[in-house]
């Protein structure tokens, strides 16, 4: 009896303290685990060199990882220090500083944004963006505001479309790395976006444009400030991002995972078109920035702290708040819409994903993505450097951390014949012409 109980003893102890070290804030280690599994999986069959995951709750890490390479030409292996070039992640803090000068009143959401860029005065409309940029057009019924080019409505494209028109778009704006193309600065390239009609009418859609980097113009003109130079002062210095800008020195550029895709011969490996890490002179808002995935974190985690960062104010708690809402109405669809940006999640009974109402988020084209779950704290992280740009690891991502929260079931999709779009379900409807918009995949 007296061996049989202290076997009982031990075997509890044993669970015990299995289940003390299997979970963390909540978090089941074992699933996670499985994340890791999985994306070391991709490694092995050639479809990611490598990829960091950071997970955070309560400002406590739960999970960071850093596995495979970040150059499988050299095998260097990618580690909780290396930077990547985040593409589109640029976006919200564009969104951020402009937010700053609305606090302050040197602007205004609905100011009409000719007041800072009047090169948009006689802008007009397409009437068949397969004519191209010199096709036909009709006079704009609306002016174009702060708030349009903050929530993705103004009417302006991206380039990245399937009509003549975005076609013609990128290839004046940009090269296949989305860095700058024949522009020796911002200005440049927005003369070359401002010379195409718009593809709609302002406020009467949602369509993913290149309207940050006429934020970023507003931002220079208004603060009397090179972009670079306000970022690193109202937003990396005080929030502690030290490894984030549009310029690397040498000693951080060793730390750069390189851009890998598949090559003509359908080999995959490190690319021949890499961003040059220094030298360059366009200070876009739609794109430019290198970060780390803790610097990003810490940017993610200052709209968590209502504003604050390291004592600073940042953002007041409303416009925190503000930025946080849907602003676009059902433009995208019933469940998912755009804040002032990133994209949101305001209703889960309308979305086949396992994420929960109050999510906000956004990701890169090289495959960078974050999210942001207010309600339970969370942070959460994938980075790795990979054209063609798809979401199966941003879905995964949202699978892999709610499916290890503990006591939050992982809801099943139900719904069918959704696309996802940078992180956003949107169910097809004619009249938003999903057709004309890229990086579409199937839940």
Known sequence: MKNNFTLLTILVLFLTNGLAQETKQGFSQEKLAEFDTYIEQQITENNIAGAEVLILKDKIPVWHTALGYKNLGTKAALDKNSIYYIQSMTKPIISTAIMQLVEQEK????????KYIPEVATLRVTTDP????????????????????????????????ETLLDKELFAGMYNETLNYKGHENLESRIAFLLSAPLIGQPGEQWFYSASPDLLALILQRVSKQSIPDYLEEHIFNPI???DTGYNLTATQAKRVMQLHTISDAGVFGVSELQVPTSGNTVYGGTHGLFSTAVDYAKFCQMFLDKGMANGSKILNPETVALMQENHVGTFIGDARGFGLGFGVLYNTENDPSPAQSGQFYWGGYFRTHFFIDPTENIIALFMTQKLPYGEEYNIALNRAVYGSLKNKPLKTPQKRGFFFLNGIFIKPRKEQQIQKICCLSFW
């Open 130 to 161: 397969e004519k191209g940029i010199k096709g036909p057009t009709t006079e704009r019924k609306a002016g174009i505001t702060i708030k349009h080019l903050l929530t993705h409505t103004a009417g302006l494209s991206h380039g990245l479309g």
């Open 240 to 242: 502690g991002m030290t």
């Open 107 to 114: 602007i205004s959401l609905n100011d009409p944004i000719e």
